[in-house]
C-alpha cells in the first residue's frame, strides 16, 4: 500500500529465503510475514472501498500514519480521512473465522467450530479508541478542534460473536454506507481546516522502519546468508565476471544482483557497509566500482580514506524524493519498486 510496506514485504521474503531452515528464528520471521500480508491485503481492500466512494475533492485521505506521542511513544493510524464533518479514522482487520468480543480484558478471541479459544488478540476496538484520543490530544494542542470518529472494519467478512453494543465494528460490504453517512452529516470542518489538519499530521508522520531485521529479530550476521542469490531457484548465484551473476540450477543471468544485493544488506543485515566489505560482499575486485555501488544509495559518509564507513539513510533512502533504485520484488516477477530525488549522493 505504501513504499516502506513493499520494502517491508520484501526484506521479509529474502530474510525466510536467507535463513537456514533448521533456524529456529525462521518460524518466526515466515509469521511476521504471513500477518504482513493479511494487514496490507486488508488496508488495500478497505481502500478500494474508499475509492469507489466519490469523495468530495476537499476531502484529504491519509494512510499508514506513524504520530509521536510524549516521552518517544508513538501511535499508528491504517486509514484516514479528513471530511467536511470531521475526522474518520479506519482500524483495518483482515482475520477470517469465527471471532468473539471479550470485555475485561479487552480481546479479541478466535473460536474453533467447538466455540474453544484457539488464539486470544488486542481488541481492535480498544486500539481505535486509544487512537482517537490521541489525535485528539494531538489536535487540541495544535488548537485544531474537530470531532473524531471511526470503525473497525473487518475486510474479509468473519463470523463475529457477542459484539457489545455501540460498539463501532462494521464489515467491508457495510463500509460504503458508513461513508455517505458521515458525509451527509453536518459540517464542522471548514475546506482550509481539512487542509490543515492533513498538512500537520503529514508534517508529524515519521515512518516506522525496522531496518536491519537482523536487531529486530535479535539474529547474529552470521545466520543470514546474504551474497548474491537466484530468489526463483533459492541458491547462491555463479559469478563467471566481474559484472554478472547467473544462477547455477536455472542458467539466467542477473543483471540487477550487485546493486539488490547491496540493499539486501542493508535491509536484512547492517546499516553501514565500508568499500572492502563491498567487495567481499559481491566478489568485486575494483574499490573504483564498489565505491560507485555504494554511491547509489543514500548513504553517509563517515571518515577518511579506507578507514570510510558509510552508513545508509533510510529515512532519505524510501521516503524522500532524492532517489531513483530499481528493486524486483516478489518471486520470478519484474515489480518495480522506484524511490526517486534530485540530489546526487557523494560516493
Known amino acids: 500500500m505504501t513504499p516502506i510496506s513493499e520494502v517491508m514485504e520484501f526484506a521479509l521474503e529474502e530474510l525466510v529465503m536467507r535463513l537456514a531452515k533448521s533456524d529456529e528464528k525462521r518460524e518466526d520471521v515466515i509469521k511476521q510475514l504471513k500477518n504482513h500480508r493479511a494487514g496490507k491485503a486488508g488496508e488495500e481492500r478497505v481502500m478500494d472501498v474508499v475509492r469507489s466512494v466519490r469523495l468530495p475533492e476537499e476531502c484529504e485521505v491519509l494512510v499508514d500514519l506513524n504520530l509521536p506521542l510524549a516521552s ?60 482517537k484520543g490521541n489525535l485528539t490530544q494531538l489536535l487540541d494542542r495544535q488548537g485544531l478542534l474537530v470531532p473524531i470518529n471511526g470503525a473497525v472494519v473487518f475486510a474479509n467478512h468473519p463470523i463475529i ?95 540487477e544482483a550487485n546493486i539488490r544485493t547491496l540493499l539486501i544488506y542493508f535491509l536484512l543485515g547492517h546499516c553501514t557497509i565500508t568499500v572492502n566489505q563491498c567487495m567481499e560482499l559481491l566478489s568485486i575486485k575494483s574499490r573504483t566500482y564498489a565505491r560507485s555501488l555504494i554511491g547509489l544509495f543514500a548513504v553517509r559518509k563517515i571518515g577518511k580514506g579506507r578507514a570510510t564507513v558509510y552508513e545508509l539513510d533510510y529515512e532519505r533512502q524510501f521516503f524522500q524524493e532524492a532517489w531513483k533504485i530499481g528493486v524486483f520484488l516478489g518471486k520470478g516477477q519484474n515489480k518495480v519498486l522506484e524511490m526517486t530525488s534530485k540530489n546526487d549522493v557523494a560516493p
Open 72 to 131: 518517544g511513544w508513538k501511535f499508528q493510524i491504517d486509514i484516514m480521512i479528513v471530511m467536511p464533518s470531521g475526522l474518520l479514522v479506519l482500524e483495518s482487520k483482515q482475520i477470517g473465522g469465527r471471532l468473539r468480543f471479550s470485555s475485561w480484558p479487552a480481546t479479541l478471541n478466535k473460536l474453533d467450530d467447538e466455540g474453544r479459544i484457539t488464539l486470544t488478540m488486542d481488541c481492535p476496538v480498544a486500539q481505535l479508541e486509544d487512537q
Open 161 to 255: 460473536e457477542q459484539i457489545p453494543p455501540n460498539v463501532p465494528v462494521i464489515k467491508l460490504r457495510e463500509l460504503r454506507r458508513m461513508l455517505r453517512y458521515w458525509l451527509s452529516q453536518e459540517r464542522t470542518t471548514s475546506a482550509g481546516q481539512i487542509q490543515e489538519i492533513a498538512r500537520f499530521l503529514r508534517g508529524l508522520h515519521k515512518p516506522y522502519l525496522a531496518f536491519p531485521l537482523r536487531q529486530r529479530f535479535n539474529m547474529t550476521s552470521e545466520s543470514i546468508y546474504l551474497k548474491p542469490m537466484c530468489k526463483t531457484c533459492e541458491v547462491p548465484l555463479d559469478k563467471p565476471s566481474e559484472r554478472t551473476w547467473i544462477c547455477p540450477k536455472c542458467r539466467k543471468p542477473d543483471p
